[in-house]
Each structure stands twice: as structure tokens, then as C-alpha cells.
T-cell receptor, first 116, second 111 residues
Framework: NAGVMQNPRHLVRRRGQEARLRCSPM?????VYWYRQLPEEGLKFMVY????????ESGMPKERFSAEFPKEGPSILRIQQVVRGDSAAYFC??????????????FGPGTRLTVL | LAKTTQPISMDSYEGQEVNITCSHN???????ITWYQQFPSQGPRFIIQ???TKVTNEVASLFIPADRKSSTLSLPRVSLSDTAVYYC????????????FGKGTRLSVIA
């Protein structure tokens, strides 16, 4: 039973380019979360998605960032026109269908984005 | 969600018991205390969760006093491989809610 998969693990982009980060949740999980982590900091929530729906994007920057979780395929976090400040580790987590109570979030290994 | 406060760093020798205390003065009735562990270059991993009194699993114990305004994560007989950042989180028991991470406690285990 594979865990949460993220690719690529490392991504280098020049300023102004686009970055696409992919996340495949654990089997049977239909909820995906994206978090961003700057060096020496804790993870900061960005967006929460279910299949084909954005549930909470309160942590997402208003411009250049978008996320999707299509019916088929991985969740995608897209950053357009990257700037040096976007350099960070981006983590994806998944959880099961809500059924009352706490659904543990399982994290992937992260994608480390470096903007030159 | 209640804000959490925990030490920035701790050092310990191998074989010792390590206790990391977290304060969450404004915890609500339907909030749980949850701890995650993060190794360098990896995503966080769930360690333990509790509501009150004591919870124990194969990795750690969690002690929560009656007023629930603080909690203590206890790691028995740490080894070098326990060197990591430990995050104390307050989690709302309403299904799938985003997690709120602080800076965590950086534990360094020394041989």
C-alpha cells in the first residue's frame, strides 16, 4: 500500500517560469491538502481539495497560485511566473472520507522548489 | 484554533527519556492534542493524539492534565534516529480540517 506520492522531488526553475507539482494521495483517500514550508519554519496550510472541488483555499496566495484535484489523476499545484520567494518545500497530505472524528493526514516526501 | 507554544530546541543523550511540553491555553472542548514528527527532507509523520489523561503507543506517551492547557510528549530511551522536529498541534474534531503547525521543537540526540 503505497503512501502519498509527490513528484518531482526537486524542481529548479528560473524566475518567470511555471512550476507544476504533483501529488497522488494514498489509495482510498479523497481529500488532499497542500502545505508550504520555508527553511526553519513550520508547515503553512495553502489549500484543501476533494475530487473536483476546492474546499478551502484560505492559505493560497491570491495571484500566480492555483490547485486542482481532477476526477482522474493526481492533484496539481501550479505556480505561474515563479519568484525567488516561492523557493520552499511543498508538501501534500491526504486523508480518508470524513466520517466524523479526526481523519489523520498522511504526508508525502515533499517537492523542493528552487527558483534561480 | 488554540495557539501552541513549545521550546524551540532540546538536546539529549542517547538512552535518556525526553519530555517535550507544549502549552495550549485556549484549547476548546472539541479540540484534540496531536503530535507530529518530521525528519530532515521528509514530510511530517503522525506520532500520537490524545484528549485527556494519558495515551501510550509503541512510539511515545502523551500526558494531558485535567485542565488540558498543556501536554507533554514523552519519548522513552531516545536514540540518534529520534533526532527530528516535533510539532504539537491542536486539532478540531470536525473531520477533515487543515493542520496548523508552529515552529516545533528541534530535538538533537547526542551519542
Amino acid at each position: 500500500n503505497a503512501g502519498v506520492m509527490q513528484n518531482p522531488r526537486h524542481l529548479v526553475r528560473r524566475r518567470g517560469q511555471e512550476a507544476r507539482l504533483r501529488c497522488s494521495p494514498m489509495k482510498g483517500h479523497s481529500h488532499v491538502y497542500w502545505y508550504r514550508q520555508l527553511p526553519e519554519e513550520g508547515l503553512k496550510f495553502m489549500v484543501y481539495l476533494q475530487k473536483e472541488n476546492i474546499i478551502d483555499e484560505s492559505g493560497m496566495p491570491k495571484e500566480r497560485f492555483s490547485a486542482e484535484f481532477p476526477k482522474e489523476g493526481p492533484s496539481i499545484l501550479r505556480i505561474q511566473q515563479v519568484v525567488r520567494g516561492d523557493s520552499a518545500a511543498y508538501f501534500c497530505a491526504s486523508s480518508q472520507i470524513a466520517g466524523g472524528g479526526y481523519n489523520e493526514q498522511f504526508f508525502g516526501p515533499g517537492t523542493r522548489l528552487t527558483v534561480l | 484554533l488554540a495557539k501552541t507554544t513549545q521550546p524551540i530546541s532540546m538536546d539529549s543523550y542517547e538512552g535518556q527519556e525526553v519530555n517535550i511540553t507544549c502549552s495550549h491555553n485556549n484549547i476548546a472542548t472539541n479540540d484534540y492534542i496531536t503530535w507530529y514528527q518530521q525528519f530532515p527532507s521528509q514530510g511530517p509523520r503522525f506520532i500520537i493524539q490524545g484528549y485527556k489523561t494519558k495515551v501510550t503507543n509503541e512510539v511515545a506517551s502523551l500526558f494531558i492534565p485535567a485542565d488540558r492547557k498543556s501536554s507533554t510528549l514523552s519519548l522513552p530511551r531516545v536514540s540518534l534516529s529520534d533526532t527530528a522536529v516535533y510539532y504539537c498541534l491542536v486539532v478540531r474534531m470536525e473531520g477533515n480540517t487543515p493542520l496548523v503547525f508552529g515552529k516545533g521543537t528541534r530535538l538533537s540526540v547526542i551519542a
